[in-house]
Nanobody, 115 residues
Framework: QVQLVESGGGLVQPGGSLRLSCAAS????????MYWVRQAPGKGLEWVSS????????VYADSVKGRFTISRDNAKNTLFLQMNSLKSEDTAVYYC????????RGQGTQVTVSS
């Protein structure tokens, strides 16, 4: 059974940083592409970033390119998202996902960017 557990969200001021983590289990994490998606209040799921199984390929949505960095530790079955220069429009629930559409995802962690 796939389990994805996110952590690291919180309240941060504009311009600040947060690092999200996702602990994965129930599948061969080291062989899987992994994703971060988010859902802002009143909106649908939005793909944020993808990383290949061996970390050689990383892809970002234009809205976060240059500010967010995706990474993974296959030895620890953990996915990360380093978020810098946060903006109010980054406020959302962030999900670790096993597919780009986010239909297989964790429970999410709230990120609120506000002064």
């Amino acid at each position: 059974q796939v389990q994805l557990v996110e952590s690291g969200g919180g309240l941060v001021q504009p311009g600040g940083s947060l690092r999200l983590s996702c602990a994965a289990s129930g599948f061969t994490f080291g062989s899987a592409w992994m994703y971060w998606v988010r859902q802002a209040p009143g909106k649908g799921l939005e793909w944020v970033s993808s990383i290949s199984s061996g970390s050689s390929m990383k892809v970002y949505a234009d809205s976060v390119k240059g500010r967010f960095t995706i990474s993974r530790d296959n030895a620890k079955n953990t996915l990360f998202l380093q978020m810098n220069s946060l903006k109010s429009e980054d406020t959302a629930v962030y999900y670790c996902a096993k597919n780009r559409t986010g239909t297989i995802r964790g429970q999410g962690t709230q990120v609120t960017v506000s002064s």
